[in-house]
């Protein structure tokens, strides 16, 4: 066989497959662990966007339901009524943990209301809290993917191309043919940490960002309603 015939076999062998699924399945095996780990975090990262999305949307709108209702100017016993026999969150809860304490100094007959105004408050600080832990559950997930995800992708990045160079002084041939494929493995990593860190980032933030507005708005619902809350202690004392 000639060289002209050599050459013309080497052009019609196939290449090195550079689809994603062919990277992945070319890749090793640290590589892989890397890229699976990286696309199982994203797939973590986006269920917990949506259900945090789907919370904070509830949040508001049973929010604005209940000052609607709180302000209209029905009585605060009817309203408790209506609450105390089903969950509650946000402003309701707050509400009904408020009331529950109240009618608890009633209905055990205390005629000092000493004290009273100090436990109502630290019932609302309980329960405003607890909401809050509600509501951030899961955030430090994302947080953690945003800030380890592309880091973790460099890794597998950089165990990648050590892998191609080994490869290449093995082979020695330098040829961008036989470089390339390893390359645009190895920083398939470092895209798909990307791909993690960057919507889970975004998310972080915003959801941060909501969850301190309904925290604000809960806190200032509890300074209104201790108030008219003291004002009837005042008025029975």
């Given at each position: ?8 076999t ?19 095996i640290?590589?892989?662990?890397v ?6 975090a994203?797939i ?15 949040a ?13 100017g ?16 946000g ?7 408020a ?14 209301f000493l ?13 405003i ?5 509600r ?9 953690t ?9 460099l890794?597998?990045t950089?165990w ?9 002084a ?5 040829n961008?043919a036989?470089?390339?494929p ?30 301190g507005?309904?925290?604000s ?14 004002r009837?202690i005042?008025?029975?004392?």
């Open positions: 066989m000639n060289a002209a015939d050599l050459t013309q080497a052009l019609a062998a196939p290449g090195p497959d550079l689809s994603l699924i062919g990277m992945f399945l070319q890749a090793h640290v590589v892989k662990l890229m699976i780990g990286l696309l199982a994203s973590w990262c986006w269920a917990i966007i949506i259900d945090k999305s789907i919370s904070f949307t509830r508001r709108k049973s929010m604005d339901r209940f000052e609607k209702i709180f302000w209209s029905q009585s605060l016993e009817e309203l408790y009524r209506s609450l105390v026999s089903r969950p509650n969150q402003l309701a809860a707050v509400f009904v943990a009331m529950r304490e109240w009618k608890r100094s009633h209905e055990a007959g205390r005629t000092s004290g009273l105004t100090d436990r109502i408050e630290k019932v609302i600080e309980v329960t809290t607890r909401e809050m832990e509501l951030e559950a899961r955030l430090l997930v994302l947080a993917v945003g800030s380890a995800g592309p880091f973790i992708g890794f597998g950089v990648g191309i050590m892998t191609s160079f080994q490869a290449i093995a082979s020695k041939n330098t961008l036989v470089v390339a390893g390359i645009a493995e190895a920083l398939f990593a470092t895209a798909l940490g990307l791909a993690a860190a960057i919507p889970a980032v975004l998310a972080y933030n915003k959801f941060t960002s909501d969850a507005r309904i925290g708005r809960m806190d200032s619902f509890a300074d209104e309603f201790s108030a008219i809350l003291s009837q005042d008025d029975r004392s």
